[in-house]
C-alpha cells in the first residue's frame, strides 16, 4: 500500500479529536507553501475513528458506548468482540481502500486501544487479544502512532467539562490507570509509538505532532 496510516491513541479526555482536526487542516492547507508537503499537493487526507467509521461501527458504536441503550450491561468478552467486528468492517470498507489510493489516513483509536482498555484495563487475555487483533486487521499496523499522553484525572475532568460522559469515561479511576499503564507499557516496547505531552496548551501539543509529522515526511519522501 502507498497510502500511510497514522493513528492516535491515549486515555480520555487527552484532545485526540482535536489534534487529529489540527493536524488534517495542518496537511491540507499548509502543504503548498511547504517544501516538505510539496509532494503530496494532491494528496487526501481522510480522519476516521473507532468504534464508528463505517455505517456499521456507527451502529456499533452506540451499543459500545451509549449507557443508555439496553439497560444490560455488555459482558467483557462481548465488548471486546464488537470492537473487532469495528475494526474488520473499517479497515475492509475504509482504510484499506483509501490507502491504496495513496491517502494518508489519520485515525482516532486502533488496535492498541484495545490492548490498553480491555486488556490492561478489563484484564482480558493479552495474547487472545494479539490473535483477535490479527484476525481482525488482516496483520494492518499504523505508520506512525501518536500516544497523546495525558494525567488521567486530568483527562477525566476534560471529558466530564464537555457534558455527557459515555460508558468507557464512566469507568472509576482504578480503570483508566491501568489502561494508562497498558499504554506506558505499549510505548516501551513499539517503536512506532511516538509519545506527545497531552498535559500542555491545545497548541503546544500540536507543536509536538508537528515536529514529528515533519521529520517522517522527509522519511517517506
Known amino acids: 500500500m502507498i497510502g500511510k496510516f497514522i493513528v492516535f491513541e491515549g486515555v480520555e479526555g487527552g484532545g485526540k479529536t482535536t489534534q487529529i482536526q489540527l493536524l488534517q487542516n495542518w496537511l491540507?492547507?499548509?502543504?503548498?507553501?511547504?517544501?516538505?508537503?510539496s509532494k503530496f499537493i494532491d494528496l487526501e487526507v481522510i480522519v476516521t475513528r473507532e468504534p464508528g467509521g463505517?455505517?456499521?461501527?456507527?451502529?456499533?458504536?452506540?451499543?459500545?458506548?451509549?449507557?443508555?441503550?439496553?439497560?444490560?450491561?455488555?459482558q467483557e468478552r462481548a465488548e471486546l468482540l464488537l470492537y473487532a467486528a469495528d475494526r474488520s468492517q473499517h479497515i475492509e470498507n475504509l482504510i484499506k481502500p483509501y490507502l491504496e489510493k495513496g491517502a494518508i489516513v489519520l485515525c482516532d483509536r486502533f488496535t492498541d486501544s484495545t490492548i490498553a482498555y480491555q486488556g490492561y484495563g478489563r484484564g482480558l487475555d493479552l495474547?487472545?487479544?494479539?490473535?483477535?487483533?490479527?484476525?481482525?486487521t488482516g496483520g494492518l499496523k499504523s505508520d506512525l502512532t501518536f500516544w497523546l499522553d495525558i494525567d488521567v484525572k486530568i483527562g477525566l475532568t476534560r471529558a466530564k467539562n464537555r457534558g455527557k460522559i459515555d460508558r468507557m469515561e464512566q469507568a472509576d479511576i482504578q480503570f483508566h490507570k491501568r489502561v494508562q499503564k497498558g499504554y506506558q507499557e505499549l510505548a516501551k516496547s513499539n517503536p512506532s509509538i511516538v509519545r506527545i505531552d497531552a498535559n500542555l496548551t491545545i497548541d503546544k501539543v500540536q507543536e509536538q505532532i508537528q515536529e514529528v509529522m515533519r521529520k517522517k515526511l522527509i522519511e517517506w519522501t
Do not use: F
Not at 491540507?28 to 508537503?37: A, D, G
Not at 495474547?127 to 481482525?136: E, F, G, P, T
Open 54 to 74: 463505517t455505517k456499521l461501527g456507527q451502529a456499533l458504536r452506540v451499543l459500545l458506548l451509549n449507557t443508555d441503550i439496553s439497560g444490560e450491561q455488555i
Open 127 to 136: 495474547d487472545l487479544i494479539q490473535k483477535l487483533n490479527h484476525i481482525a
Open 28 to 37: 491540507l492547507y499548509k502543504k503548498q507553501s511547504n517544501k516538505l508537503l
